[in-house]
């Protein structure tokens, strides 16, 4: 199956992250977002799937410090809160996108 790589990734603002993806699309994210977003094993539980990040425990001014490419399917992302564990596959940046576009299919429309 194919999937949808990110041609371009980039800061757009303090809190704003861009991806450009192989379709076309535009995606934008919160940073912070995303963070609470993480999907690894020390934000989520495992075997029960509950989420053990508290959105208390992320700073309000949490920014990527690192972000690299992991095979040619997700990204790893270093934070300044320490965390390093999360990786971030595409089609979890996909789903999670917050372009105007995204947000709003996901409301449904009026
Ligand atoms: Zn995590
Ligand atoms: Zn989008």
Known sequence: M??????????LGPAE????????HESVYQ????????????????????????A?????DIRPVEVTPVG???IHI????GHQSGIFTFPHLRENCQCAECEGSKSGGD
């Open 2 to 11: 194919a999937v949808t790589q990110p041609t371009d990734i980039r800061q």
């Open 17 to 24: 992250m861009g991806i450009t993806w192989s379709d076309g």
């Open 31 to 54: 940073v912070r977002d995303l963070r609470l977003s993480c999907r690894c094993a020390v934000c989520v539980e495992e075997l029960t799937g509950v989420r053990r990040l508290s």
């Open 72 to 74: 040619n399917y997700a």
């Open 56 to 60: 208390d425990s992320v700073p309000q």
């Open 78 to 81: 270093v934070w300044t809160d």
